[in-house]
Structure formats: structure tokens, C-alpha cells
């Protein structure tokens, strides 16, 4: 079964920075639309952020534009996702999903849109 895997998460103060990775074993990222979704307690799970097969097309939710950035290593597999000035609303766990698009139809891709999926990482911001 294909799987992603995120690390990185962490309980860090307001203003902080944390830098979430997601990498596989299984699949080459480079080829997958990969996207950062998060889940707070009782909320439903929202996209974050997300880069194009290509790199050209880069999304981010309104909420975490200028503060988060998301990035691709190719020679690792890996993709980041830069979280800067840490607010307590960004406690959430954090997942990364791959799957063909950014953006379907104009909007930006959902999780339904999303094919593989990793478990997640914690990120609590709180002081």
C-alpha cells in the first residue's frame, strides 16, 4: 500500500517556526501534485498548501500566506512545508496527500481529490 510518511511536528510558542517534511518509499513525488492538509480538534480537515508536479503552480490557504512555504527536494524525495510565525489557530495535525492537481476546475484541489495519504504529524503551538 502506498503510504506517505510527514515528520516534523512539535509543540512550539507563538511566533515560532516548525519545518514539516513528507517523503515516501514508494512513490517519486516529483511526479504527484503534493499537498498539506491539517485537522484541528473538532473541525473539519482543510488544505494548506500545495505544489504542482511541475512546480509551477503553488497554492496556500488565506490564513497562512507570507507566513508558510512549501518546497520540493527532488534529490531526497521529499517535500517541506516552512511554517513561520507560528499562531495557536495552526494547532492542527498536519497530513501530506499526493494526487494529480493543485487545482480542479479553478478551485483549489480538496482531499477528495487527493490519491495517497500519510497519517500525520502533530503541531500544537500554544504558551
Known amino acids: 500500500q502506498v503510504q506517505l510518511v510527514e515528520s516534523g511536528g512539535g509543540f512550539v510558542q507563538p511566533g515560532g517556526s516548525l519545518r514539516l517534511s513528507c517523503t515516501s518509499s514508494?512513490?517519486?513525488?516529483?511526479?504527484?501534485?503534493i499537498g498539506w492538509f491539517r485537522q484541528a480538534p473538532g473541525a473539519d480537515r482543510e488544505g494548506v498548501s500545495c505544489?504542482?508536479?511541475?512546480?509551477?503552480?503553488?497554492y496556500y490557504t488565506d490564513s497562512v500566506k507570507g507566513r508558510f512555504s512549501i518546497s520540493r527536494d527532488m534529490a531526497k524525495n521529499t517535500v517541506s512545508l516552512q511554517m513561520n510565525s507560528l499562531k495557536p489557530e495552526d494547532t492542527a495535525v498536519y497530513y501530506c496527500?499526493?494526487?494529480?492537481?493543485?487545482?480542479?476546475?479553478?478551485?483549489?484541489?480538496?482531499?477528495?481529490?487527493?490519491?495517497?495519504w500519510g497519517k500525520g504529524t502533530l503541531v500544537n503551538i500554544s504558551s
Open positions: 514508494h512513490i517519486t513525488l516529483r511526479y504527484y501534485a
Open positions: 496527500a499526493s494526487g494529480p492537481w493543485c487545482y480542479v476546475s479553478g478551485r483549489p484541489a480538496d482531499e477528495n481529490h487527493m490519491d495517497y
Open positions: 505544489v504542482s508536479s511541475s512546480d509551477e503552480e503553488t
